[in-house]
């Protein structure tokens, strides 16, 4: 069949238009259906006890008055749910040395962190398993927990799992160039210490599931606020020893992943080996304390950096020296050592230098697991590289937005690799830092700054050039044998009266992609956005996929939805033709209509087409073959990733006497390939930077010597809220993907990772005239006025 | 209940009305209004996000004021008026927040955004105009992890800026 679709279909409107998403006016009534909403015949309820204790042997287990307890139906404690579920081992079989211990769904003799799950209860309601809990008793011996990284690798540690002989998961450097020299030789040498404390992601739905496994039909359907369907699919299958094709996992709307619902939970798999025993349905719901401390957590970097610069203010060499703690055991999957390895990749990427050296140390602590949250290591990059040149700016008295320019990777570069391995084919950075400079008014915020700094004001700006590397494809996760599928797939289907239904493996947790994919439907067959209906989350009934992460939805969803559209749109062409008895390139669709492409004039609606295709058969050709559906699926078989771009500038005041900083303005222009849905890009990108200042001002898990995280309530971990926040301005730039027919990059990251570096450097653009230096995330009051009083006390500030 | 547990099985009969409709029901003495909504009346529009008062997702009125669901006992809302987003919805209450709401695209997940609404409809009827920061500082109890509060803010400045819409 010919394709008659014109070459540009896909970018005609409602592409391109900020269409709202057809699922905020559910939410916005109260229709929202997340699990905590669903419930099924029969449903039981499952509560936790968790580990008090970072590292602790179990002594005894008594589980007889939890047992005898009222709606209690079973107690479960880890070693009889081993028996029915495998353990989980993250490692990354393409990364020689990378290991980690077998980690038991729930503990088993010994709890290595704080928040592990060892005993689980389920009862008729939630009310009665958390009375229950209570009852549980459990006899530990304590055992020494190791906190820090530099701690758990010194040599005279004792190691978490034995089994692993020390306590390093993972240790990578990169070396090219020559580093050495190019020190030797710089004209100005910077060097910087930064502490990436630890966050947590902290959706604001709770993780949760309800596991439904059917004894009769021996198949198991999980309800899941979960990021990605397929690979759950997948982890269930094989964890709990059930077929494929009989395990069934939908996600319902998901109050927020931001990559922590992506990884893999033990206690998400033990309720589904519970609900197995017991035939019953089994719902857990995590309350926010339990959130805290096992939602996986992000960043805990301590990073070591310095930059090299010829007199004319060239960067010649980087040297990144990272070391993280990454938990207790490796995540599944996702792997612990994903934010280390993109640090030491990505560190100065936007930027021309030919040297470099590298290294990320991974250790195992006595604290919950490190897993994917918004960014992984690309955030920790930018600040690295941006807060090195803007300090090698001030040395040598250029201006930092003139010392980017001096320094950015151009056409002449872009066609080899960075030094950290990157690609940067189609990057806009020129661009975008004009476009910034003009929409911050950049001059114009200097001249106030130095105003307002003769009355005692204290005004930062800062500016972060920095990458986005989406939609990670079969090079990065094929050889780590994760089963991790990059491809995502569409089908379309024409109804017989004339709209269409789309199923795609995407999931959106509020991104928008759902409407960026029907958009790109409705614009291929020329449809109103309102005749195509968007189905999604149900790894059953979709073509097989990934989901959402490495902001992939667009790039790989909308290039599978848009060939899927294209294919159903030569379908129904074809009918038409055969219909009106003219050949299928003389047509084309508009407005639910197809019509003579060069006249424009009605040949036959779609609707009649549908109503042929469907119920009139009888008066087609015997041999014409009616397909009014059409699946794809899109991967891009030698694709590492896709490059997006951005540049941001920040505005804030410091106040020298209470230590507070207040972000005044932030203004974004990003580049992320074609744009579908501009309003959604703009608002992808405003909620990436609100993370992105709450981990540069305010978020840190706090744990004691102990191993303790003592400030895990929503109290005392802070996150933003409207009044700390400064309005946001948006720009885009589009530099099409050009391996794609559709072009788009990604954009769900872009806002954190860029306004991490630029608050970073703004915050310490603002306490130039003290001498003080920011190193330790949060920026509290605390650590600015420590900051300040350090460097009047003449000693550089060290925290 | 077990005579250990003597707060688990104390009951308290109440009688309220919820969006409208008068409820008479025995509730149990610890229940929370937000699970007593959620459970027994399946009014899922009101979420649980952090049931320690802090997030604002469960966010209801009674008589008429904001209050913290997760905080509130099932028990207190007795000869009380309840509303919920869903009452709210089906009374046309929130019709020009929730089109200023859909057209900024001031929700994402949605899990924040009943609160989010029943925060905003209380700052429209204190009836007076307020700047953007005033805005900010007012839904300064309500968690959102998507939008980053810009699009929020602009909806509701909209709807402000609309005399005798909203209230």
């Known amino acids: ?799 | 209940m077990t005579p250990r547990d003597p707060e688990a099985g104390f009951t308290v009969e109440i009688d309220c009305t919820v969006n409208g409709v008068r409820v008479r029901r025995a509730v149990p003495a610890r229940q929370h209004l937000v699970d007593f909504l959620r459970d027994e009346l399946e009014l899922t529009g009101s979420h649980l996000g952090c049931e320690h008062g802090v997030c604002g997702a469960c966010s209801v009125l009674l008589d008429g004021v904001v209050v913290r669901g997760c905080l509130t006992l099932a028990a207190q809302a007795h000869g009380k008026r309840v509303d919920t987003v869903e009452g709210l919805s089906d009374s046309g209450a929130l019709d020009a927040l929730q089109a200023a709401f859909a057209r900024h695209n001031a929700a994402q997940c949605g899990y924040c955004t009943p609160g989010m609404l029943l925060t905003a409809h209380e700052l429209l009827g204190a009836g007076r105009p307020m700047s953007r920061a005033a805005i900010r500082e007012f839904m300064s109890g309500n968690f959102c992890r998507c939008t980053g509060y810009h699009a929020i803010v602009d909806a509701i400045a909209e709807v402000l800026e609309r005399p005798s819409s909203g209230s």
């Open chain 1, 1 to 799: 069949m010919s394709d008659g679709a014109p070459k540009d279909a896909a970018l005609r409107e409602p592409v391109g238009t900020d269409a709202p998403r057809r699922e905020i006016r559910r939410f916005l009534r109260g229709r929202g259906r997340y699990v905590a909403d669903i419930v099924l015949p029969r449903m039981l309820h499952a509560a936790f006890v968790r580990s008090p204790h970072a590292h602790a042997r179990i002594v005894s287990i008594d589980l007889a008055a939890a047992r005898a307890a009222p709606g209690v139906e079973r107690v479960f404690a880890g070693a009889e749910l081993a028996e029915i579920c495998a353990p989980l081992h993250g490692v990354a079989l393409h990364r020689p040395g990378h290991k980690s211990a077998l980690q038991p769904i729930m503990a088993v003799e010994r709890a290595v962190w704080q928040g592990q799950p060892v005993v689980a209860v389920v009862a008729r309601s939630r009310a009665e398993a958390e009375d229950a809990a209570e009852r549980v008793a459990i006899e530990w011996e304590r055992l020494p927990a190791l906190v820090e990284a530099a701690a758990a690798l010194a040599p005279a540690a004792p190691p978490i799992h034995p089994e692993l002989g020390d306590n390093l998961a993972f240790a990578f450097e990169i070396e090219a160039g020559d580093a050495d020299r190019a020190f030797q030789e710089a004209a100005v040498v910077v060097e910087q210490r930064f502490d990436f404390v630890r966050q947590t992601p902290m959706t604001l739905e709770p993780r949760g599931l309800i596991a439904d496994y059917d004894p009769g039909s021996e198949s198991l359907t999980v309800h899941h606020a979960h990021q990605s369907p397929f690979q759950m699919q997948d982890v269930f299958s094989r964890h709990l020893g059930l077929p494929e094709h009989k395990v069934r996992v939908i996600a319902p709307d998901v109050g927020g992943g931001f990559g922590m619902k992506l990884n893999v939970y033990g206690e998400e798999l033990a309720v589904c080996a519970m609900s197995k025993l017991m035939g019953r349905p089994v719902k857990y719901l995590a309350d926010r304390l339990e959130s805290f401390v096992s939602d996986s957590h992000a960043r805990d970097h301590r990073v070591t950096a310095r930059m090299a610069v010829s007199k004319e203010g060239r960067i010649t060499a980087m040297e990144v020296d990272d070391l993280a703690a990454v938990g207790a055991y490796g995540m599944p999957l996702r792997f612990n050592i994903a934010e280390g390895m993109m640090l030491i990749t990505m560190a100065g990427a936007p930027y021309a230098f030919p040297n470099y050296r590298a290294r990320t140390r991974n250790a195992y602590v006595n604290t919950n697991l490190i897993g994917m949250y918004r960014g992984v290591g690309i955030p920790l990059a930018c600040v690295v590289g941006e807060a090195l040149a803007d300090l090698a700016a001030e040395r040598l008295g250029i201006d930092p937005v003139e010392f980017r320019r001096r320094n950015y990777r151009r056409k002449e570069s872009l066609s080899g690799a960075t030094p950290g391995g990157v690609r940067l084919a189609g990057t806009s950075f020129d661009a975008c830092l004009e476009t910034l400079v003009r929409l911050m008014k950049y001059d114009e915020l200097r001249r106030t700054q130095a105003e307002a700094r003769r009355r005692g004001v204290y005004y930062g700006i800062g500016i972060a050039t920095f990458v986005e590397a989406t939609a990670y494809g079969p090079p990065y996760y094929g050889p780590s044998e994760a089963r991790i599928s990059t491809q995502d797939g569409c089908t379309v289907r024409l109804e017989p009266s004339g709209v269409v239904r789309c199923v795609t493996s995407i999931t959106d947790q509020g991104q928008g992609t759902l409407t960026g994919l029907a958009q790109i439907v409705a614009a291929t067959l020329g449809l109103a956005l309102e005749d195509v209906e968007m189905i999604a989350g149900d790894s059953a009934i979709s073509p097989y996929g990934g989901g959402a992460w490495a902001s992939r939805g667009m790039a790989i969803g909308g290039e599978a939805a848009l060939k899927a559209a294209q294919a159903l749109r030569a379908n129904i062409l074809d009918l038409a033709a055969t219909i009106a008895q003219t050949a299928p390139d003389r047509l084309d669709l508009r407005r639910g209509q197809i019509v003579n492409k060069d006249t424009g004039a009605a040949v036959i609606s779609l609707a009649d087409v549908g109503k042929i295709g469907y119920f009139r058969q009888d008066t087609l050709p015997r041999d014409f073959d009616v397909q009014l559906s059409a699946t794809r699926s899109f991967v891009d078989n030698g694709a590492m990733c896709y490059m997006a771009n951005g540049v941001q500038g920040s505005f804030v005041e410091v106040d020298p006497e209470s230590g507070f900083v207040k972000c005044l303005g932030q203004w974004a222009v990003d580049d992320c390939g074609r744009v579908i849905n501009p309003m959604q890009v703009t608002e992808q990108v405003r909620g990436g930077i609100v993370q992105g200042i709450g981990a540069v001002l305010f978020e840190e898990c706090i744990y004691d010597p102990q191993g303790n995280f003592v400030n895990a309530t929503m109290a005392d971990y802070l996150v933003p809220m409207a009044s700390e926040m400064p309005d946001i301005f948006v720009e885009h730039v589009e530099t099409p993907e050009r391996s794609t027919a559709l072009g788009a990059k990604g954009i769900g990251e872009a806002g954190l990772i860029g306004a991490m570096g630029a608050v970073w450097v703004a915050v310490n653009d603002a306490l130039k005239p003290f001498g003080a230096r920011m190193t330790t995330q949060p920026f509290t009051p605390e650590r600015v006025l420590e900051a300040i009083a350090a460097a009047r006390r003449g000693t550089r500030a060290g925290k």
